[in-house]
T-cell receptor
C-alpha cells in the first residue's frame, strides 16, 4: 500500500528557480521524511519532520507539515543542476515501517 | 566507514532459477528492509526485520524469501515463484523502529534473461 502520494509526478524548471513538491498521506503518522534518489542509485535521507512540527529548514530545503490536511511540501530554493533527481516522501506510523510514495522527478535545466 | 552494502550491483537470472541478493550493514542497526522499485515508480516493501531471527512480510512478499540470522545481514532470495522479478532492489536499515532515518544501499539491478 502506498501511503504517500507526491505531486507533481514530474517537474522541470530553470536553474535558479525554486522547486516545490507536495506529498499527501492517508493515516496518522509519527513523522514524515523526504529522500532524494539519483538515477540508478540508493536513496539519501534529506530531512525528517515530526508530527508536532509545522516547518523545518535544512540549507536550501524547507519542509512544511499540515497534519490536519495530511500533507507536506518540500521546497528547494535557488535550484542547481545538481538537484536533478527523484524526490520521495516517506511516512512512519504505528506500523513501524517506512512507506514511500511514487516520487517526483525533478529536472533542473541549465 | 559505516554503511550498508548491497551486492552484486547487477545480477542476471535465468527463468526458473533462484537468486540471492546480499545486504550487509555495519551501522549496528536493529531493523532492515527490502524494497522493490520498478522503472519510474516508487518503492514497494517486500520484507522487513526489526530484530534478529524475526521478519515480517511487506506488501509484495510473494515469490521472495528472507532470513535474519545475524544482525548485520539480511539476504533476499528471489525464487522461481516470482513471475516478474526484473527490477531494482534496494536494502535499507534503521537504528530502531521505522520512524527514524533510513540508510540505503546502492541497489541491485536484477534482470531475467
Amino acid at each position: 500500500s502506498q501511503q504517500g502520494e507526491e505531486d507533481p509526478q514530474a517537474l522541470s524548471i530553470q536553474e535558479g528557480e525554486n522547486a516545490t513538491m507536495n506529498c499527501s498521506y492517508k493515516t496518522s503518522i509519527n513523522n514524515l521524511q523526504w529522500y532524494r534518489q539519483n538515477s540508478g542509485r540508493g536513496l539519501v535521507h534529506l530531512i525528517l519532520i515530526r508530527s508536532n512540527e509545522r516547518e523545518k529548514h535544512s540549507g536550501r530545503l524547507r519542509v512544511t507539515l499540515d497534519t490536519s490536511k495530511k500533507s507536506s511540501s518540500l521546497l528547494i530554493t535557488a535550484s542547481r543542476a545538481a538537484d536533478t533527481a527523484s524526490y520521495f516522501c516517506a511516512t512512519a506510523s504505528g506500523a513501524q515501517k517506512l512507506v514511500f510514495g511514487q516520487g517526483t522527478r525533478l529536472t533542473i535545466n541549465p | 566507514d559505516g554503511g550498508i552494502t548491497q551486492s552484486p550491483k547487477y545480477l542476471f537470472r535465468k527463468e526458473g532459477q533462484n537468486v540471492t541478493l546480499s545486504c550487509e550493514q555495519n551501522l549496528n542497526h536493529d531493523a532492515m528492509y527490502w524494497y522493490r522499485q520498478d522503472p519510474g515508480q516508487g518503492l514497494r516493501l517486500i520484507y522487513y526485520s526489526q530484530i534478529v531471527n524475526d521478519f515480517q512480510k511487506g506488501d509484495i512478499a510473494e515469490g521472495y524469501s528472507v532470513s535474519r540470522e545475524k544482525k548485520e545481514s539480511f539476504p533476499l532470495t528471489v525464487t522461481s515463484a516470482q513471475k516478474n522479478p526484473t527490477a531494482f532492489y534496494l536494502c535499507a536499515s534503521t537504528k530502531g523502529q521505522g520512524n527514524t532515518e533510513a540508510f540505503f544501499g546502492q541497489g541491485t539491478r536484477l534482470t531475467v534473461v
